[in-house]
């Protein structure tokens, strides 16, 4: 398995028989495209192993996480995973994930399954928030949650209802940047939540519910866009996970856990490399290169060129990722 992670690393690529160049064996290529599909063939790696190798990663104290779906099609087939993980360096590192059976949308239970899980690892007094898109509403999602006291923090539609009233009408004559909010909390989906609404600057109606305060809610919700660079980290961007050709459940699972943990890996070396040297800032004020790219340029030429490096970046496995930088906060209370 550790074979086949570097060669991931190194190829870019999902692909068995790219991931093969790059594994140093005296065999065929074939033979040794035969050992890489054995691997997710015959390997029990579950989201609990990857689970197991990343909490002692997480820094102590409250953490945020977030749940979406990424969904990708090869030829008349449906790939879609439902992953929820946790926000640090810049992404959103997966703890756990369930490959769906069908396109589309993703179903409460599915939803339920994971943070239940979850649950039982990291303990609800760890958990500062839970952020999810528009997809993850309903009455009986929502009142799972509260009941374990996870602080929401969620997009809706503009047809919610707010008590008796499509949330729409609350923010009709909202305007470019102007952030608004509800006069107090208000019922959406049999919960008391605060709603706090902006229009981007394409027009678009953004209204986030939440359990935090309105100073909070909105940048709070800024962080579901890690979960994006995660996605594109694993897939066009980065080690191509829609270049697979696998399309049995188990073995899709396999291998989105070893990208788990190969993102999890480039990650915490690129915080390492960026508090040596500091990843410089473009006119648009945000980062020439992400945190993940950051890390992999150190580690896939320590594996390809056998530097003594490696075992820095390897010992980083063992070494907590830094605590976020927390912003000024308010107290919320059920």
């Avoid at 374990?148 to 008796?164: A, G, H, M």
């Avoid at 580690?299 to 490096?309: D, N």
Wanted: hydrophobic share 40%; charged share 25%; proline share 6%.
């Amino acid at each position: 398995m550790a074979e086949v992670l570097f060669g991931i690393l190194q190829a870019e690529s999902t692909l068995h028989r790219k991931i093969a160049l790059h594994i140093d064996r005296e065999a065929t290529p074939a033979s040794i495209t035969r050992m890489v599909a054995r691997t997710f063939h015959e390997t029990n790696l579950t989201p609990q192993d990857v689970c197991d190798v990343l909490l002692p990663l997480l820094p102590s104290g409250k953490l945020t996480f977030v749940m979406d779906r990424t969904n990708w099609k090869f030829g008349s087939h449906d790939f879609n995973l439902l992953v929820l993980g946790v926000s640090l360096g810049g992404v959103v590192l997966p703890l756990t994930w369930k490959v769906l059976p069908h396109g589309g949308n993703s179903d409460m239970r599915g939803r339920m399954l994971l943070v239940g899980l979850l649950l039982k690892r990291l303990p609800a007094r760890r958990w500062a928030v839970l952020i999810a898109d528009r997809e993850f509403i309903g009455q009986e999602w929502f009142s799972f949650l509260r009941d374990r006291k996870i602080k929401r923090c969620i997009r809706i539609r503009q047809n919610t209802l707010l008590d008796d009233e499509p949330a729409r009408n609350a923010f009709e004559d909202l305007k470019p940047g102007e952030v608004r909010s509800v006069f107090e909390q208000v019922w959406i989906y049999g919960s008391p939540m605060q709603v706090v609404a902006t229009l981007s600057p394409r027009g678009e109606r953004v209204l986030v519910a939440s359990d935090l305060s309105v100073w909070n809610t909105l940048t709070t919700y800024r962080l579901r866009w890690n979960i994006e660079c995660t996605f594109s980290a694993m897939k066009t961007r980065g080690l191509n996970l829609e270049q697979t050709h696998m399309t049995q459940p188990d073995r899709l699972s396999r291998l989105f856990g070893l990208l788990s943990l190969a993102l999890a890996w480039m990650v915490r070396i690129g915080e390492w490399r960026a508090e040596q040297q500091p990843i410089p800032t473009k006119k648009h004020a945000r980062p020439a290169i992400s945190r993940a790219s950051y890390g992999r340029e150190l580690l896939c030429a320590a594996l390809r060129w056998g530097k003594t490096t490696f075992y820095t970046h390897f010992a980083l496995l063992k070494s907590p990722f830094p605590t976020p930088e927390r912003r000024k906060t308010q107290p919320v209370r059920y």
